[in-house]
């Protein structure tokens, strides 16, 4: 089972580049979220989904904007990328009636 | 505001021995705490969780106990192995009784000496 899968593993922007951070899960689960995690602090919920066609922000949503077409899909776009946003980028995926969440490889995203 | 917060950042052990991470909550609201476990370059992954409603659950070598009088919650690991060495999060579900929002601490680093 490939589980979440993110990709790209590694990216350098420029700042004021776009892009789009993917997303993909295989388990049929409803729930996703981004998270980030900046050293010495924990993971921060970015934008959440609760199934496909529903996106809500989370803790630090500015900056981000997300979609959810599909129930596998879950792709997260830097409109303007910032120094600010250097981090590493975790995708989640769960179900509905469990807290177990299956993470991704994480992205590591340097704002040059 | 609310938050999940961690006593210590660093816990050093001797394999053999047991470790036990702290961890303080302030949402009372809660109906799950879970302990995840990130070792270096890969992402969280699951340990155990407990309900609000429970005092104590016991996995394969770790116990979680939760405290809501102190608003405190803690990860106990026995006979702690190299392979235990990693980032400790503790976490809690802030979706009004779904679990749609997990919220996480800072994080312990667990250090396991030989």
């Known amino acids: 089972n490939a589980g979440v899968t993110q990709t790209p593993k590694f990216q350098v922007l420029k700042t004021g580049q776009s892009m789009t951070l993917q997303c993909a899960q295989d388990?049929?689960?409803?729930?996703m979220s981004w998270y980030r995690q900046d050293p010495g602090m924990g993971l921060r919920l970015i934008h959440y989904?609760?199934?496909?066609?529903?996106?809500d922000q989370g803790e630090v949503p500015n900056g981000y904007n997300v979609s959810r077409s599909t129930t596998e899909d879950f792709p997260l776009r830097l409109l303007s990328a910032a120094p600010s946003q250097t981090s590493v980028y975790f995708c989640?995926?769960?179900?509905?009636?469990?807290?177990?969440?299956?993470f991704g490889q994480g992205t590591r995203l340097t704002v040059v | 505001g609310e938050s999940v917060g961690l006593h210590l950042p660093t816990l050093s052990v001797q394999e053999g021995d047991n470790s036990i991470i702290n961890c303080a909550y302030s949402?009372?609201?809660?109906?799950?705490f879970i302990w995840y476990k990130q070792e270096s370059g890969k992402g969280p992954q699951f340990i155990i969780d407990?309900?609000?409603?429970?005092d104590k659950r016991q996995g394969q070598r770790v116990t979680v106990l939760l405290n809501k009088t102190v608003k405190h919650l803690s990860l106990q690991i026995a006979a702690t192995q190299p392979g235990d060495s990693a980032v400790y999060f503790c976490?809690?579900?802030?979706?009004?009784?779904?679990?749609?929002?997990?919220?996480f601490g800072k994080g312990t680093l667990l250090t396991v000496n030989p």
């Open positions: 989904s609760v199934g496909a066609g529903i996106t």
């Open positions: 949402n009372s609201a809660s109906d799950y």
């Open positions: 407990i309900r609000s409603n429970m």
């Open positions: 989640a995926s769960w179900p509905p009636e469990r807290t177990e969440a299956f």
């Open positions: 976490a809690e579900n802030r979706g009004g009784g779904s679990n749609y929002k997990l919220t």
């Open positions: 388990m049929n689960h409803e729930y």
